[in-house]
C-alpha cells in the first residue's frame, strides 16, 4: 500500500507498507513524467539488533537509515567520512523496540562515501552511503 501527502514546503512524502522482507524498486514521476527509481529494502523483525541500507542512495543532502530495536536500549548513530573522521552523531538516545527510520542531512559535506556506524548494547554494526551534489 502506498500513500502520499506532502509536507509544509511542497515535498511529496509516502508512506510504504509492506509485510515480505525484499527490496522494491519503485518508480518515480512528476506530472506524469517519470523522473527516477526509488528503491526501499523492507526488512525482518527477529528480535535482533539490524541496520538496514539507507535509502536512497546514492543520495542529494537527505536520506534515511533503518535500524530494527529488539528491546529498549541506548543506541547511537555516527556518520564517518571515508578516511574515518567523524562527521556527526545522527542520534544518541533511548530507542524503543522496533523498526526506526532515522534521516540524515548531508547537504553541508562534500559528495563522497561516508560510514554509518550504529552502537548499541555492545554491538556495532556499520554501512556506507554515497552523497552525489
Do not use: C, W
Amino acid at each position: 500500500m502506498i500513500q502520499a501527502v506532502s509536507d509544509d514546503e511542497g515535498r511529496a512524502i509516502f508512506s510504504v507498507t509492506n509485510t515480505d522482507v525484499e527490496s522494491v524498486t519503485y518508480d518515480a514521476f512528476f506530472r506524469n513524467m517519470k523522473i527516477g527509481k526509488v528503491t526501499v529494502e523492507f526488512i525482518r523483525d527477529e528480535g535482533l539488533l539490524s541496520l538496514g541500507a539507507n535509502f536512497p542512495n546514492p543520495f542529494n543532502d537527505n536520506t534515511i537509515i533503518p535500524v530494527t530495536i529488539p528491546r529498549q536500549m541506548h543506541v547511537e548513530l555516527d556518520v564517518y567520512n571515508s578516511l574515518g573522521g567523524h562527521v556527526q552523531t545522527i542520534y544518541n538516545g533511548e530507542l524503543n523496540t522496533g523498526y526506526h527510520e532515522i534521516p540524515f542531512n548531508g547537504s553541508g559535506y562534500a559528495s563522497g562515501i561516508y560510514f554509518y556506524r550504529l552502537v548499541a548494547d555492545g554491538e556495532v554494526k556499520t554501512g556506507n552511503m554515497v552523497l552525489v551534489k
